[in-house]
DNA sequence: TATATTTGTTACTTTGTCGTATAATATCGG
DNA sequence: CCGATATTATACGACAAAGTAACAAATATA
């Protein structure tokens, strides 16, 4: 279970390792990840074996297994990547002084390009069954998180009289339900970036939450 | 391939079986399907064997191999179940003689409620490589109806005044998106019953599609 | 009650894929 | 240039689950 070498490509100096060597090694492993989020979102998770996953990048079974302990590993990868990108936007957010309205719709401007990305199949159409409870839990407390913004920023639009009178909660599950299920017609659908698909949404979403 | 008896109803006068022989049968092969329908929602439908859903009603695996060819079968026949469901209230959308709005309305508040039903995750959650293509094909032209009928009515209700204007294709994919995502949260924070889920939704959407 | 048909079980084969033991090759620091 | 370490391949073990063959129990009809 011990790396053979840290991993963090700021270890420079106190590592007998080069840094160089740290350093592909930590992009291999990324190609690994994302050669099978892709795959995953063609085939779905169960049919994808990662012998698939291997001829994908040109090599051989065992070399997936030299940078990734198992299967599961790689997939809580896929959900992590994908969820920090959507988490990536907290700070601007903190940081703006504009209405709770204005914040939701750079939200979700961020959140569905993010969905239309790479790492979106994985997650939100991988299901939790496939990862062991600790993993399982991790990735709740992520996806968690982010609509608990969404839900809080609502709240405190209804407050500040930028958004409508609503439900809360339900609205806020309709958003993230609109956002989450792009991934399911993005990639047959492509017509538009993922950015593009953000701004989409974000306009729909304006007129439902614009006081009347 | 071939079945042993003729598995209609109807079929009781020119049958040298007993009707009540095929009705018993068919109510086992729709115990089977939902039996099947709920394991798939809670653990997956790869974490599922046929084992787990024999087990389930009291029987051994061959018996659902009597009832059923194989898995793909079933998890067709989950689609087909929860599809139809949906499907079921466009009679009385053409008959009806509301606005547009009004129509999509009562659509969405039966959709939801549908979703949130015993098929609700089989019919969203399921994925299409796991049926053979000429089901998958039919899986789709199903869904496809479905959502051009959102669609259409969205465009209808711009004309006829009782929707205010916006992008139809992604209003509908929005509205879409939101329902079918109930799937997901619905089992665990099963506060409101199906029918409400719908309301609430419906509700959402009224403002969304309001004219302003 | 006797017989044919339906319904169900026990025990098996087959297949696919995860994960690993072992060995061979490439690459880096000294 | 050499030894150590990183990297990759070949071949295999283990196991879970799909699907089947052959046989046993139940039941309707004559």
Redesign the interface.
């Known amino acids: 279970m011990k790396k053979p070498a840290p991993a963090r490509p700021g270890a420079s100096t106190d590592s007998p390792w080069s840094p160089s060597r740290a350093k592909t090694r930590q992009l291999k492993r990324e190609a690994v990840i994302l050669a099978a989020a892709r795959a995953f979102r063609e085939?779905?998770?169960?049919?994808t074996s990662l012998e698939d996953v291997a001829s994908a990048l040109n090599v051989t079974k065992p070399t997936i297994y030299y940078y990734v302990a198992n299967k599961e590993e790689i997939l809580f990868e896929c959900f992590r990547a994908g969820l920090d990108q959507i988490k990536s936007v907290f700070g601007d957010l903190d940081a703006s002084k504009h209405t709770a309205r204005e914040k939701l719709r750079v939200l979700i401007r961020h959140y569905g390009a993010a969905i239309a990305g790479e790492f979106g199949w994985c997650m939100v159409?991988a299901?939790d069954?496939?990862l062991s409870p600790a993993m399982s839990a991790r990735v709740k407390a992520l996806k968690s998180e982010i609509d608990q913004r969404i839900r809080g920023l609502i709240k405190e639009g209804i407050k500040d009289g930028s958004v409508?009178n609503?439900?809360p909660k339900?609205?806020a599950?309709?958003?993230?339900?609109?956002?989450?299920?792009?991934s399911?017609?993005y990639h047959k659908d492509a017509s538009l970036s993922p950015a593009e698909v953000g701004e989409?949404?974000a306009?729909?979403?304006d007129?439902?939450l614009?006081p009347?």
């Not at 085939?43 to 049919?47: A, E, I, K, P, S």
């Not at 599950?173 to 792009?182: D, K």
Request: aromatic share 18%.
């Open positions: 085939h779905g998770y169960h049919n159409r299901e069954q496939d409508g609503c439900d339900m609205t599950f309709a958003i993230a339900g609109a956002l989450n299920w792009i399911h017609w989409a949404f306009l729909v979403f007129h439902t614009k009347r």
